[in-house]
């Protein structure tokens, strides 16, 4: 696969990402898998976490701008659908998830991807000769 392929296929997973935490934000009948601002925690650490890698460094601000609201919109679209109730606390555990994956990304976390690419490459490389 050629690193282009390889970035528009990150890309579109990011994308599952987003999709999947709107989804599992906004269902009547959420998965119950134990601590929910755990949950919340790890959803956007992996979200900021993915993303950070696909956009340059400069764009840290926006993208964690961008996932916080994206956290307070599907709240309050909780508050509102009835079926389940808006919460500070999970709030704060979203913005807790993009302030974790911005430290790790400060930390070289914003390369895994850019390090899979290269040992991918070097492996079709290997195949070819």
Do not use: I
């Given at each position: 696969?050629?690193?282009?392929?390889?970035?528009?296929?990150?890309?579109?997973?990011?994308?599952?990402?987003?999709?999947?935490?709107?989804?599992?934000?906004?269902?009547?009948?959420?998965?119950?898998?134990?601590?929910?601002?755990?949950?919340?925690?790890?959803?956007?650490?992996a979200?900021?976490?993915?993303?950070?890698?696909?956009?340059?460094?400069?764009?840290?601000a926006?993208?964690?701008?961008?996932?916080?609201?994206?956290?307070?919109?599907?709240?309050l679209?909780?508050?509102?659908?009835?079926?389940?109730?808006?919460?500070?606390?999970?709030?704060?555990?979203?913005?807790?998830?993009?302030a974790?994956?911005?430290?790790?990304?400060?930390?070289?976390?914003?390369?895994?991807?850019?390090?899979?690419?290269?040992?991918?490459?070097?492996?079709?490389?290997?195949?070819?000769?």
């Open positions: 696969m050629t690193p282009a392929g390889l970035r528009a296929l990150w890309r579109a997973a990011g994308w599952g990402l987003v999709a999947l935490v709107v989804w599992l934000s906004l269902t009547p009948e959420p998965v119950a898998a134990g601590n929910d601002k755990l949950g919340h925690l790890l959803a956007y650490a979200l900021m976490g993915w993303h950070v890698q696909l956009h340059p460094r400069r764009c840290r926006g993208l964690a701008a961008v996932f916080v609201a994206l956290g307070a919109v599907l709240e679209l909780q508050g509102l659908g009835g079926a389940r109730a808006a919460e500070w606390g999970d709030l704060a555990a979203d913005a807790g998830g993009v974790l994956a911005w430290a790790g990304a400060a930390l070289g976390l914003d390369r895994v991807l850019a390090g899979l690419e290269g040992r991918l490459a070097a492996a079709q490389r290997a195949v070819r000769r």
